[in-house]
């Protein structure tokens, strides 16, 4: 079983930054949790959850919502089994509950495994 943790969520002024971590443990189907996709997903108030970034097991491959291109970065470190996701440029329509997830490959992301906690972000205006 994998399990993901999320930290990094707080409030922060528009226009500002937060970096969120996730940090993977344990084991999946004989994988390790450093060989699985990874990804983050937000679900705002009265709201589905929606996809915002994703990156392959190498990190050589990354996705993003147009919401957040050129404004937020995914990306991981294996050893440590983080992914990390860096948010600049906030907006209050940002806010939202962001969650980690993870999977077998990209291809599964749109519905991803595993999933973390969730941790809040509200960008105030």
């Known amino acids: 079983q994998v399990q993901l943790v999320e930290s990094g969520g707080g409030l922060v002024q528009a226009g500002g930054s937060l970096r969120l971590s996730c940090a993977a443990s344990?084991?999946?189907?004989?994988?390790?949790?450093?060989?699985?996709?990874m990804g983050w997903f937000r679900q705002a108030p009265g709201k589905e959850r929606e996809f915002v970034a994703s990156i392959s097991w190498m990190g050589g491959s990354t996705y993003y919502a147009d919401s957040v291109k050129g404004r937020f970065t995914i990306s991981r470190d294996n050893p440590k089994i983080t992914v990390y996701l860096q948010m600049n440029s906030l907006k209050p329509e940002d806010t939202a509950v962001y969650y980690c997830?993870?999977?077998?490959?990209?291809?599964?992301?749109?519905?991803?495994?595993?999933w973390g906690q969730g941790t809040q972000v509200t960008v105030s205006s």
């Open positions: 997830a993870a999977g077998p490959s990209l291809a599964t992301m749109s519905h991803p495994k595993y």
């Open positions: 344990g084991a999946a189907s004989g994988r390790t949790s450093s060989s699985l996709a």
